[in-house]
């Protein structure tokens, strides 16, 4: 990984909220080297915005010449660009929905150091969102319901925060 990655890489993690007690650049990092594949119509959006946030990072760094070698959109991208997605649609900040939807996937306890038994299960959990292996209802996806209307595995990302949005409005979880 050459400088300019490793900074943006840095500014990636900058934008989780996690808890100040631990450290989690291992599930970062795992996070950051799986590319992150769309299937559901529509999902190449999640992508699209993940890819904003490259130009985003480029520009704040005056970097507008330079140009990253990631050679596709990552996961740990993925959850950063959709964190800002939910915030601005539910409210709250992005930092804090990011570390929400981390622990929504249950990789809260995946502090350093990661031995090989979490790294599988990081891996597990991770392949799950992307290949949509999940519950219908949600569960092991970013936005798990508790009274699902549809099945979540079919419905775009979007569909799925907006619907995971407003269950917690009616439950009276958000703020």
Request: charged residues 30%; without cysteine.
């Amino acid at each position: 990984m050459n400088k300019l990655d490793y900074n943006y890489y840095e500014w990636l993690i900058s934008q989780i909220r996690s808890p100040r007690k631990r450290t989690y650049k291992d599930l970062f990092s795992r996070m950051h080297n799986l590319e992150f594949v769309w299937f559901v119509p529509n999902d190449d959006n999640r992508m699209q915005d993940a890819l904003e946030l490259r130009e985003e990072f480029l520009y704040e760094n005056d970097g507008s010449s330079q140009r990253l070698s990631l050679k596709w959109v990552t996961f740990l991208e993925v959850l950063v660009a959709l964190s800002r997605r939910v915030a601005f649609t539910g409210g709250g900040d992005a930092e804090s929905w990011a570390w929400r939807l981390i622990k929504n996937l249950h990789l809260e306890k995946m502090s350093d150091p990661v031995t090989e038994t979490k790294a599988r299960r990081i891996d597990d959990t991770l392949y799950t969102l992307i290949w949509r292996t999940y519950s219908a209802s949600g569960r092991g996806g970013f936005f798990p319901l508790k009274f699902p209307t549809k099945d979540q595995t079919k419905l775009e990302i979007w569909d799925q925060m907006n619907a995971y949005i407003i269950e917690m409005e009616q439950l009276g979880l958000l703020k």
